[in-house]
């Protein structure tokens, strides 16, 4: 049986390893803190402290591997599980930063830090009252503390508690006016109501307190177009080399850069920096085309005819909910904002209720009775949009991908009414190249991928579109919208069963939040500059040339 290490062999490797932490030379303490680790592999400090170097000198998956290494030798290691979370979350993998989260508040629930982390995760996940229940979690345990603040602010920003949010952030930067966070988060509080030049300057000086926040350049650029290069495309191109700059932020930074170039004219220079882009999305989700096209293949095979003709007997007669589907940057913000204008309609933003629903119904098969899931699901749908409004006539849900669960609604709900924003594919697929998604999303933005999506979606289009009736499946096109407005917002009214109201022609008027990245275009007038922008990029489309002709 071989011998312990001799406890002198390993102090003098942990000292110069704490040297050189101290010192912030995190690369330089790896080779000590991996050499002590051989000495004894089951110690978990030693193991700890080799994955927070690694962690710190921007080496994630050995950092995860020593981790892991010292939570299995000690269950309850909280830090290590803490730490874990983090690489977990720079790694992309959500689901097990989340699992890592929740382990270290379940050994230490006053863990604000972890408790926020994990709020802002599964926030991006779609799930809204888990995601309050963290940052509520976050502000009792944190109190007056930093973390503690900006839990409670971003539990208000999620419950749309907007003012009170606010006010909180604006307390914090009172009392801490270097917190670079409270100044982002505050600046697309801003944004969403239209203030675009307080915005900017909140993302400004989050910038300037920590450049590591360099994908806020996203969120600033997308304030107003960049009329005048004075210095900002330099100092987006110098912020790339920012030592240390996590993945999600580079590619934010990369869409930030091909935003101003395309605002100032240089659609070769934004085209590289939007395929820079999609390349470290890419790094995070690789897209399974073949594998997407089945599950379509699937959809269309379960939404027959027969099942459709079944709606007003398995569904629920309420005519509450207003879908407005199609694929990301098709118009579906603009036509939320016109009919949410109307005094008897609510806007409910993206809601994530069929994404989830849907999702656990397709992977159920034909199997069973549909019935009782019906049931439930309309109950649970019907409990989130009268939580939104509870007096409305109407209530929207524009999440876009509900594209995908259109058949389902229908039968859940046979007088829904379901708007699909249609818009020149190749537009259509440019604009999402250029757009910011979560790299969690399943989804391409770039590339053979993207055009491959594109087909599934048209695909799964013209089933519904052979299959659902006619006066509850309404089809809008974003060149006819912006061409002549008024017929066609009068025909979106109509469609939707309420009065006509001349507000529902000045959506730019229309004073609720915005979350989606069209910020700053609903704010204006209904223009027709986005039509055939593919054209700017002619030379450099490359696979999405293929998607010129429809």
């Not at 960049?226 to 990369?254: F, I, K, N």
């Not at 594209?403 to 229908?410: K, R, T």
């Not at 046979?414 to 924003?421: E, F, K, L, S, T």
Request: glycine residues 8%; hydrophobic residues 45%.
């Amino acid at each position: 049986m071989p011998q312990s290490p001799n406890p002198q062999q390993v102090a003098p490797l942990l000292a110069l390893a704490t040297k050189l932490l101290s010192a912030g030379r995190p690369a330089d303490a790896i080779p000590p803190l991996r050499e002590a680790a051989l000495l004894q592999p089951s110690n978990p400090i030693i193991q700890h402290d080799l994955g927070l170097a690694c962690l710190e000198a921007g080496c994630v998956p050995d950092a995860i591997a020593a981790l892991q290494r010292a939570v299995a030798s000690n269950p309850r290691y909280t830090d290590a599980y803490f730490r874990l979370g983090i690489a977990f979350e720079k790694l992309g993998n959500i689901g097990a930063a989340i699992v890592a989260y929740d382990r270290a508040t379940e050994l230490l629930p006053s863990l604000t830090e972890a408790w926020f982390r994990a709020g802002a995760l599964v926030y991006t996940l779609g799930h809204r009252d888990e995601a309050i229940g963290c940052f509520r979690r976050a502000a009792a345990t944190g109190g007056k503390t930093s973390f503690g603040r900006l839990g409670k602010a971003r539990a208000l920003l999620t419950e749309n508690r907007n003012q009170e949010a606010e006010q909180v952030l604006r307390q914090t930067l009172a009392l801490d006016p270097r917190n670079a966070m409270a100044h982002d988060l505050l600046g697309n509080l801003l944004s969403e109501f239209g203030r675009f030049n307080e915005a900017r300057e909140c993302f400004q000086r989050a910038i300037a307190i920590a450049p590591l926040l360099a994908g806020s350049y996203y969120d600033l650029v997308r304030c107003r177009p960049v009329t005048s290069d004075d210095g900002l495309l330099q100092r987006m191109e110098a912020a790339l080399a920012t030592p240390g700059l996590e993945a999600v932020q580079r590619l934010r930074l990369y869409l930030a850069i091909g935003k101003a170039a395309e605002d100032l004219g240089d659609y070769a220079l934004a085209m590289q920096h939007f395929d820079a882009a999609d390349a470290v999305r890419r790094g995070f989700a690789p897209f399974d085309s073949a594998a997407f096209s089945i599950e379509i293949g699937r959809l269309i095979a379960r939404c027959t005819p027969e099942l459709i003709a079944q709606a007003d007997e398995l569904g629920n007669c309420d005519a509450t909910p207003l879908l407005i589907i199609g694929m990301p940057r098709s118009g579906t913000t603009l036509v939320e904002q016109i009919v949410s204008m109307h005094p008897e309609v609510e806007g409910g933003g993206e809601l994530h209720f069929w994404n989830e629903r849907g999702a656990a119904w397709h992977r159920s098969g034909t199997a069973g009775n549909e019935r009782p899931f019906l049931a439930k699901a309309a109950a649970d749908y019907l409990g989130v949009l009268r939580a939104i409004a509870p007096t409305a006539a109407r209530v929207t849900d524009k999440m876009p991908f509900n594209f995908l669960w259109a058949g389902l609604i229908h039968v859940a709900f046979p007088r829904a009414i379901i708007i699909h924003c249609r818009r020149a594919a190749v537009d259509t697929a440019l604009s999402i190249h250029q757009t910011h998604f979560h790299p969690s999303l399943a989804f391409p933005t770039g590339g053979a991928e993207l055009v491959a999506y594109f087909r599934g979606y048209q695909r799964l289009m013209d089933h519904w579109r052979r299959v659902l009736p006619a006066d509850r499946f309404i089809e809008i096109d974003y060149e006819d919208l912006t061409r002549a407005p008024e017929p066609v917002i009068r025909r979106i009214i109509g469609a939707c069963g309420v009065a006509w109201n001349d507000a529902c022609l000045r959506p730019e008027c229309n004073p609720r939040a915005v979350k989606t990245p069209s910020k700053w275009q609903t704010r204006q007038p209904i223009y027709r500059s986005s039509v055939a922008r593919w054209r700017r990029y002619e030379p450099w489309l490359g696979p999405l040339r293929a998607l010129v002709e429809g």
